[in-house]
């Protein structure tokens, strides 16, 4: 089946700093989603972006489906963005695979 | 409310012990599906529904049974609980011609 594969692991900032989290898939896909689950073990859905580029205030994500590779960017972190930042693709099957998420601390 | 919702939030089973999970949504979603998550592991997909009468198997579906009598509600059965099962599980759906997920608040379960 698919793989995903996210880096870094796990990522601190300090509050102001941007960054980016990465997420590597092995096969062609018609679904990608980035989520974030806070520390209380929410999952909220940042983006559904399987091609192309969108932007939602101080977070944005990028697809390049021709290679794989999906990125989000956080700017100007704050301590409210911490928590684990999942990757999850859906390739020619109705199957939601998850990568094994970014844990991100942000530091005031 | 429109979302998914599932229960208990919290549940504490001996081995061997069976219950159901439970998971409702009220917008009208084809499709919803049952995932575990374990330190380290991500989320894990155990089954997955596209309709009413219609289950399959995800990635980890051992020990655990589905069905789906109605559109709203997608139950997660346990027969007889095992250790291993301690986990959180999370439930969502999300409509056939979209494909964004909604996620349930998850269910955190203990077996001992």
């Known amino acids: 089946g698919i793989q995903v594969e996210q880096s870094p692991p796990d990522l601190i900032l300090q509050e102001g700093a941007n960054s980016t989290l990465r997420c590597n898939f092995s096969?062609?896909?018609?679904?990608l989603q980035w989520f974030h689950q806070n520390p209380w073990g929410q999952l909220i859905n940042l983006f559904y972006?399987?091609?192309g580029t969108k932007q939602n205030g101080r977070l944005s994500a990028t697809t390049v489906a021709t290679e794989r590779y999906s990125l989000l960017y956080i700017s100007s972190s704050q301590t409210t963005d911490s928590g684990v930042y999942f990757c999850a693709v859906e390739g020619g099957s109705e199957k939601l695979v998850f990568g094994k998420g970014t844990k991100l601390t942000v530091n005031p | 409310n429109a979302g998914v919702t599932q229960t208990p939030k919290f549940q504490v089973l001996k081995t061997g012990q069976s219950m159901t999970l439970q998971c409702a949504q009220d917008?009208?979603?084809?499709?919803m599906s049952w995932y575990r998550q374990d330190p380290g592991m991500g989320l894990r997909l155990i089954h997955y529904?596209?309709?009413?009468?219609?289950?399959d198997q995800g990635e980890v579906p051992n020990g655990y049974n589905v069905s789906r009598s109605t559109t709203e509600d997608f139950p997660l059965r346990l027969l007889s609980a095992a250790p291993s099962q301690t986990s959180v599980y999370f439930c969502a759906s999300r409509h056939q011609g979209t494909r964004g997920y909604t996620f349930g608040s998850g269910t955190r379960l203990t077996v001992v």
């Open positions: 529904s596209v309709g009413a009468g219609i289950t």
């Open positions: 096969d062609s896909v018609n679904n």
């Open positions: 972006i399987p091609s």
């Open positions: 917008m009208n979603h084809e499709y």
